[in-house]
């Protein structure tokens, strides 16, 4: 009978005394949820047609030998069939213990790894911290949340686009180096440059999100919880470690989830920042990206055994992530 | 925060004061101010050189933006004397920048619309009701959050092209809707979460159905949220670069973040047009974007950290 808002009444599902019988129970099930399965119906159906068939299709395309010569084209008028055949999961051999597999797939990864480990671990930091800072009282504290918003209100096209002008040769970072004679790297064709200038411009463009959703996080943290822990002769740190770290945790791990995910995934700032220059610097999309649309033949079959790889790599550590926090007794809403 | 470790007498009359009076005794509170003093002068300089730095790469993209020629981004001393907004007025007439304007509206809107009306009443069905599969429907919503781009690309270009929609608008839009869509309905989520059980609870004893309450009483309510779903999805449909640079093909067709890479060859390497564009992007997008950044936050985190 009640439909909605079972949740505003705990958790429980069903009614607390005698359990009716499995027909009815399935009645009631139905009568109850109904209106859930219809309201979902749109998101299912549109994740199954856009999502999921491709999904399976990509799959599938992962098990061939697709690329550009022999999928299915239409040249002209003419309409040639696809010729690729069926070859297993030969793609995954190959990239995974395949011959080179290390030039190709695991340096990528390793590299990939340590950008997103270094990324998003910058990115808590310095959000932290910023965050801490402008949870104070503190004259214009409103200002300074504005004016550090600013990466994130801009498009990273457009932000990608003005680094790579200010990380060029004659570009204003190295000018300025330059002047207080400090060595001057070539950001953008150095390897272990490129590498830094990549973390550098993802940093900037992610600590702001970081920033604000711990801010938020701070903010509903109970004051009373701090002048407790005051009187009780608690200094800064253990303040910090005490009641801060745990009041923040919920957000926490939202937020780092996210930001593991996106940067795991994130595609525009390597991409617009090197393009096809700087094979060492890509991380396992734009690489992915490379074999399929960057090259000639493109490599459809192992573009996808790519991208299922990737999205095996976040699941997999998604699970995980969510069973430690689970352990910890923390939630995640999901 | 600087401190110093409080000595036991300060601590105990704090603590008497505390019990007594229900007010910090005037020595801590002076302690705090000679801290906070110190700490101020701290923060501000941090946050000055964090602001200074959050804030020039984009100063400096729309002070180059003002050279009127193409090298003047080598020497930008020489802009100073001979800023003008000749650049600008050059971009809005004689390239394809409202060609590219054009497309980009299309296909963000269209997502955006798209997107906010079929995830609306999921939102709400995650936010009011626990059925059976709830915890999985979360999980695919969340699991389509990590679709590298490699991973649709293929096969949605093999299908797009299947269906003819390579280089159209709608094939795009139908691209991004994969990812719009599930977002949407996790934002609104949190959204929803926010807004009291006992208005449904009212509108469930007045007879509605929860159809009716969801489209009399929570709607309308919801306005903010949808918003900033609205919102979301425009401005990552405006950004996407891989999908766009792939499946569009002709140059009056680009989007921005298309258009704004092909500037180079199509025009002759003429560096300052590409910053007036890049500019010209960004404003307007970075001043809608300060209209709703607080509420944008709220949803996102909320759809995650609530049960």
Redesign the interface.
Known sequence: MTVAIDRATGKRRGEPGGRPGPLARLKNSYQRNWYAYAMIAPVVVVLGVLVLYPLVRGFYLTLTNANSLNSARTIGVNHIEATYEFIGFDNYADILWGPTSYDRFWSHFVWTIVWTALCVTLHYVIGLGLALLLNQKLRGRTFYRLILILPWAVPTFVTVFGWRFMLADGGVINSVLETLHLPAPLWLEDTFWQRFAAIMVNTWCGVPFMMVSLLGGLQSIDTSLYEAAEMDGANAWQRFRYVTLPGLRSVSSTVVLLGVIWTFNQFAVIFLLFGDTAPDAQILVTWAYHLGFGQQPRDFAQSAAYGILLLAILIVFTSFYRRWLNRDEQQLAI | ???T??TTPD?TT??AD?TTTGTPAPRTSRGRAER?LA??LV??G??IV??L???F??A??VF?SLGPDKDD??H?GRILDKMTFDNYAFVLQHTSFLDWLKSTLIVSLGTTVIGVL??A??G???S?????GY?K???????????????????????L??LQLIDSYLGLV??Y??TA??YC?WLLKGYFDTIP??I??AG?VDGL???G??ARLILPLAKPGLAVAAFYSF?TA??E??FAS?FMLSDTKYT??VG??SFVSEHDAQ?NL??AT?VL??IP??GF??LV?KNL??G??A?????
């Open positions: 925060m600087s401190t470790t409080p601590r704090a603590r505390r906070s700490g101020s923060s501000h941090i946050l964090a602001s730095a959050a804030l790469p984009i400096w993209l180059l981004y080598l930008p079929i995830a009443t999921t709400y069905a995650v009011r009701m626990r059925f059976p915890r429907f979360m999980w695919v919503l969340l699991v389509t959050q990590m679709f590298p781009v490699a991973v649709l690309m293929v096969p949605m270009y093999e299908i092209s299947e139908l691209v809707c994969s869509v599930p309905a059980f006992e449904d609870e469930r159905s929860p159809f309450t969801f401005i405006f950004g670069v891989a792939t921005f973040a704004l890479q560096q590409m910053f890049a992007v960004a997008v970075a974007f300060y950044q936050v709220a996102l985190t759809g995650g950290t609530k049960g």
